[in-house]
């Protein structure tokens, strides 16, 4: 079955600073791979996704994420952090077996400090 | 715009009660889902919706059933309520990844469940 693994349950950074959150899958092909934000209080905002082609991707609010298919990962980056980025942040995959189920990390709570 | 609606925003249920919750989509998407969130667990898959009338466990179906009857409306059952189910839970819905269609997920607000 396939899974995702978030490693980073809490970074924190300083604004204008560089991020990089971790994400990892399970799974023997090329899956659809997906980041969504969850601001305080709201709901899940799609970030940006790949389903092929071009392995790096560019998403909303100047996020950007690469696919590595030999890393089994898809981590997700931002060259400068504002303070409006402080939410949870999920990396998910689409599996693609004969379903389209969709499984989720444990999230990364990012907090940014002024 | 794509929108998916959860019939309740707030639910306080006692333990025991049946509880019905209820989503709508009004994209024609093929496939809709239920997961439940708690802190530090993310979102975990409850149940999953390919077709009408067709389901699919997901990592914690135990204590819940669903009810896909229409296409745009996906139902989750607590047939008997217990204090463990208290959480967010949350519907999204997304088009079919065959014949590469761009499957991204919508979701609904949530509703939280607080079961006493």
């Given amino acids: 079955a396939q899974s995702v693994t978030q490693p980073d349950i809490h970074i924190t950074v300083s604004e204008g600073a560089s991020l990089e959150l ?20 709201q709901g899940l905002q799609l970030l940006l996704k790949y389903f092929s ?20 990962s898809f981590n997700l980056r931002k060259p ?11 990396c998910a995959v689409v ?5 389209d189920k969709l499984i989720f990390g444990t999230g990364t709570r990012l907090q940014v400090f002024p | 715009d794509v929108k998916v609606t959860q019939s309740s925003r707030y639910l306080v249920k006692r333990t025991g009660e049946k509880v019905f919750l209820e989503c709508v989509q009004d994209m024609d998407h093929e496939n809709m889902f239920w997961y439940r ?10 149940y999953f919706s390919y077709d009408v009338k067709m389901k699919e466990k997901g990592d914690i179906p135990e204590g819940y059933s669903v009810s896909r009857e229409k296409k745009e409306r996906f ?16 519907c999204a819905s997304s088009l079919s990844a ?3 269609k761009n499957t991204e997920a919508f979701f609904g607000q949530g509703t939280r469940l607080t079961v006493v």
């Fill in chain 1, 53 to 72: 082609g071009d392995t790096l991707v560019q998403g909303i609010k100047g996020f950007e994420a690469e696919f590595k298919r030999s890393q089994s």
């Fill in chain 1, 22 to 41: 971790r994400c990892n899958y399970s799974y023997g092909a090329t899956p659809y791979l997906f980041w969504y934000v969850q601001s305080p209080g």
């Fill in chain 1, 95 to 99: 599996a693609l077996y004969n379903t």
């Fill in chain 2, 37 to 46: 969130q708690d802190p530090g667990l993310g979102l975990r898959l409850i």
């Fill in chain 2, 75 to 90: 139902s989750l059952i607590l047939e008997s309520a217990s204090t463990n189910q208290t959480s967010m839970y949350l």
């Fill in chain 1, 80 to 90: 400068s952090v504002h303070w409006s980025d402080a939410a949870e942040y999920f």
């Fill in chain 2, 98 to 100: 065959w014949e590469g």
